[in-house]
T-cell receptor, first 117, second 111 residues
Framework: DTAVSQTPKYLVTQMGNDKSIKCEQN?????MYWYKQDSKKFLKIMFS???????INETVPNRFSPKSPDKAHLNLHINSLELGDSAVYFC????????????????FGSGTRLTVV | DAKTTQPTSMDCAEGRAANLPCNHS???????VYWYRQIHSQGPQYIIH???NNETNEMASLIITEDRKSSTLILPHATLRDTAVYYC????????????FGTGTRLQVTL
């Protein structure tokens, strides 16, 4: 009954490889996000999708390509992995309230620790 | 989104109230104050948010000053499991609005 689940939890891969991280949420939320947390622990947003439409695209190398097949899933594909891509990647989701009190707040997954060697 | 200033670290004895301050002097009228925390190696966890009134839920209380330039997150009875980095974020809620994390306050709860 996990709310936001990411797979895999750990990923170790060599430079130059292509890899994907998957994210699924069962909360019925309409918006999903990818965040990156680097070795200095800074959390930065990468992408955001609302109802399968890309709405936030930060300055991220185009080796990173998000895909949202439906509003419950947001996957992240990374081409030609580099050492600097090593980080923890967090998926999150949120639901905008119909009126009043803004959104409910984001629910984050437990993260995928990517290590590029 | 307005910037926030938080102390780098704080200590609190278990069972006591933890009061975490946040300054947001440039907050605009339609920006809310959000609090999240990140326990070691886990994803950030939403705690509470508010606009101008004080708010309380099962996790914490949020006190926002009348001029809205600062706020305090209160954990009424801190436990060891509350040891985490706490982030104060101000933003206009909405699907196109980014949730931008700063450096936060590292709260250490001790016996």
């Amino acid at each position: 009954d996990t709310a936001v689940s990411q797979t895999p939890k750990y990923l170790v891969t060599q430079m130059g490889n292509d890899k994907s991280i998957k994210c699924e949420q069962n909360l019925g939320h309409d918006t999903m996000y990818w965040y990156k947390q680097d070795s200095k622990k800074f959390l930065k947003i990468m992408f955001s999708y609302n109802n399968k439409e890309l709405i936030i695209n930060e300055t991220v190398p185009n080796r990173f390509s998000p895909k949202s097949p439906d509003k419950a899933h947001l996957n992240l594909h990374i081409n030609s992995l580099e050492l600097g891509d090593s980080a923890v990647y967090f998926c999150a989701s949120s639901q905008r309230r119909d009126r009043g009190f803004g959104d409910y707040g984001y629910t984050f997954g437990s993260g995928t620790r990517l290590t590029v060697v | 989104d307005a910037k926030t200033t938080q102390p780098t670290s704080m200590d609190c004895a278990e069972g006591r109230a933890a009061n975490l301050p946040c300054n947001h002097s440039t907050i605009s009228g339609n920006e809310y104050v959000y609090w999240y925390r990140q326990i070691h190696s886990q994803g950030p966890q939403y705690i509470i948010h508010g606009l101008k009134n004080n708010e309380t839920n099962e996790m914490a209380s949020l006190i926002i000053t009348e001029d809205r330039k600062s706020s305090t997150l209160i954990l009424p009875h801190a436990t060891l499991r509350d040891t985490a980095v706490y982030y104060c974020i101000v933003r206009v809620p909405g699907t196109a609005s980014k949730l931008t994390f700063g450096t936060g306050t590292r709260l250490q709860v001790t016996l």
